[in-house]
């Protein structure tokens, strides 16, 4: 039996489609997604109790899917199965969206649940591979190579995604905001006398739109842009 660690958006309700049979579907308070009604609502103080409620319920499989917002730990809450886990809840509020999904997903694992991702089960919700935007990258190799040094080094430090980079010059990188923010801080430095008719610049909202709608949708938020 497989159980959805559901957050916002309609990712989950996507993941739950793909499958043969209805998932558990359980949701931290707060992050409930579209189109799906959970079956379980719990809180980062009670998940002790949920992760051996999934094993009593014979749970197998776990897959994390949608988006949620880190929530304040309420001390007094915290019960008596989650208290060991203290330690590790403190490392998943910490800075860092990987090393707070790796922690919380090391708990399910100590317990025996094999962690899904949700494109093994749902392999269509992935892009295929290749250029998705309207305009193309024209970078020469040295850029590439540049840019793909800046993201390796984000990478091991778990800072962000994704990185800006024209010429020799480093010109943004993806911090806490996400895509979009770094693309519009990137967009709002264009002056009318330097930049604006730079082709470069120009294309920025559009590149900003288009990727956004691509990483929105994927995490679970699929708000209408307009």
Same mark, same amino acid.
């Given at each position: ?11 989950? +309700? $996507?993941?739950?489609? &793909?499958? %043969?049979?209805? *998932?558990?579907?359980?949701? /931290?308070?707060?992050?409930? #997604? !579209? ?81 899904? +991702? $949700?494109?093994?089960? &749902?392999? %269509?919700?992935? *892009?295929?591979?290749?250029? /998705?935007?309207?305009?193309? #990258? !024209? ?88």
């Amino acid at each position: 039996m497989l159980a959805l660690i559901a957050g916002r958006g309609a990712l989950p +309700a $996507a993941v739950a489609g &793909a499958l %043969d049979r209805p *998932p558990l579907v359980c949701t /931290l308070a707060g992050n409930a #997604p !579209d189109g799906l009604e959970p079956d379980i609502t719990f809180r980062l103080e009670t998940l002790g109790t949920l992760v051996a409620d999934l094993v009593a319920r014979e749970v197998t499989q776990v897959c994390f899917c949608g988006a949620v917002s880190r929530p304040a730990v309420d001390l007094a809450l915290i019960d008596a199965a989650t208290l060991p886990l203290v330690p590790v809840l403190q490392r998943a509020l910490q800075p860092g969206d990987d090393g707070a999904l790796r922690a919380i997903m090391g708990v399910f694992e100590d317990a025996g649940l094999q962690v899904v +991702a $949700a494109h093994r089960i &749902a392999p %269509d919700l992935l *892009p295929p591979e290749g250029i /998705l935007t309207a305009i193309g #990258p !024209d970078a020469s190799p040295a850029e590439t190579a540049r840019a793909l040094r800046e993201i390796a080094a984000m990478a091991r430090i778990d800072e962000g995604q994704a990185c800006v980079v024209r010429g020799d010059q480093l010109l943004a990188r993806e911090g806490p905001g996400g895509t979009d923010a770094m693309l519009a801080a990137l967009a709002a430095r264009a002056t009318p006398d330097s930049d604006a008719d730079d082709p470069f610049f120009a294309a920025m909202d559009a590149v900003g739109d288009l990727l956004g709608d691509a990483a929105d949708w994927l995490s679970g938020d699929d708000t209408p842009r307009t």
